[in-house]
């Protein structure tokens, strides 16, 4: 038999054998819902196939907040010009996060901080609100976020199905309430309280889930919970009054999977020592560092000693202006304490809560080094100040 006719014969052949390959790699796979997912090929020449578990509807509503083209969910008022300019301003919006805050940040931490913040545990962000920006560029690596705040959790709203009219005017509603962070660096709590209690924007999932797209990750999975006596979360649905959302996301490659909680919870003396549930919950995750930033001074009241007494008890880093932590607690031999940025004056309405120790400590520095970005309530007077403390044992 030729050459020719053989090849012949055996084409076919061949087609028929690769089809059924391909077709027991991917199975029957109408439950992928992420477009585009292909395998991740590595240096040692291993092959990592992405979990098909994105979910899509959640992800896609993200999207559409976020100012992105959703991959299913969409209909012609998110392909239409209204849309396409919200996007305009989104982007123009992000931009000045991006020059002004995670850029600046991001340096000043790899230079500052990076071998402080590093920890791939959990960073505990009490008085957080729906902040998982500034979370998230000071402390990328950490597996479980958790913040908490008073402001209510809330829900989506369709917005692959709502009315022209009224999904413009709900993605301009989150645009609003994400404004003071992204040009002042922190959240009004009045303007939250307002903006968040509204019948078409009721909490903060929507501006979490904005900064999680933003951020360039993939939502895998959204679950409302309550808390049990023990800390242990309890999955439940968002109209059976949940006390906390977790959103799962991971990067762009589907292999580094964190996780985002967000807890609308009374941290005062007087609910904390109610309600025990928060802090065991929280005891449960290892390698906690925290966070505090416009922080209104409460843990320098009598009523909020419980949650400060718990920060210095178990966080192993803390990061924070001087809305935090009162600096007198930090004057220990437990402490290293790392002074940046500076310090003169508060806000006139904190003015009493000003700390003259710490601005001693300032002055005995010879030249703390500088924080090129804007964070905190001294920024309404351009300055900023952070202090870093680390567990010496």
């Excluded at 020719?4 to 819902?33: D, E, H, M, Q």
């Excluded at 992204?182 to 968040?196: A, H, I, P, V």
Aim: proline share 5%.
């Amino acid at each position: 038999m030729s050459n020719t006719v053989f090849y012949f014969f055996k084409l076919p052949f061949l087609i028929l054998i690769l089809s059924l390959f391909c077709f027991s790699c991917t199975g029957s796979s109408s439950g992928v819902k992420l477009e585009n997912q292909t395998a991740e090929t590595h240096n040692d020449d291993s092959i990592y196939l992405p979990q098909p578990d994105i979910d899509t509807l959640v992800d896609d509503l993200s999207s559409i907040i976020a100012g992105y083209v959703p991959n299913v969910y969409k209909n012609k008022n998110i392909a239409g010009n209204d849309h396409m300019l919200y996007q305009k301003q989104v982007e123009k919006d992000w931009a000045i996060v991006l020059k002004n805050k995670i850029g600046p940040i991001t340096s000043w931490r790899e230079k500052n901080i990076q071998a402080e913040v590093q920890d791939t545990g959990t960073l505990f962000y009490p008085f957080a609100g729906a902040d998982f920006l500034y979370a998230n560029t000071f402390f990328p690596n950490c597996k479980n976020y958790i913040l908490v705040g008073l402001e209510p959790i809330g829900k989506f709203l369709r917005c692959d199905t709502l009315p022209k009219g009224e999904m413009l005017a709900y993605l301009e509603k989150i645009r609003s309430s994400l404004y003071f962070s992204n040009n002042l660096g922190f959240f009004r709590t009045e303007s939250m309280m307002k903006d968040l209690n509204q019948p078409t924007l009721d909490g903060t999932l929507p501006l979490i889930a904005y900064y999680v797209k933003r951020t360039h990750h993939l939502i895998r999975k959204l679950t409302y919970f309550s808390l049990d006596t023990a800390g242990l979360m309890v999955k439940c649905t968002a109209q059976l009054s949940p006390v906390g959302v977790r959103i799962d996301f991971c990067d762009s490659t589907l292999l580094i999977n964190q996780s985002v909680y967000y807890i609308s919870f009374d941290l005062s003396d007087k609910n904390l020592k109610k309600h025990r549930e928060l802090l065991a919950f929280v005891r449960r995750f290892d390698h906690c560092q925290t966070f505090l930033k416009a922080a209104s001074y409460l843990m320098f009241n009598p009523g909020f000693q419980t949650i400060r007494t718990y920060l210095l008890d178990h966080a192993n880093v803390i990061l924070q202006d001087d809305s935090g932590i009162p600096y007198r607690f930090f004057k220990t031999a437990k402490w290293d304490v790392r002074l940046f940025g500076s310090y003169t004056k508060t806000i006139v309405r904190f003015e009493n809560k000003f700390q003259p120790d710490l601005l001693e400590a300032y002055e005995k520095q010879e030249k703390p080094k500088p924080v090129p970005f804007r964070i905190g309530y001294n920024v309404l007077f351009n300055e900023t100040n952070l202090l870093l403390s680390k567990r010496k044992d």
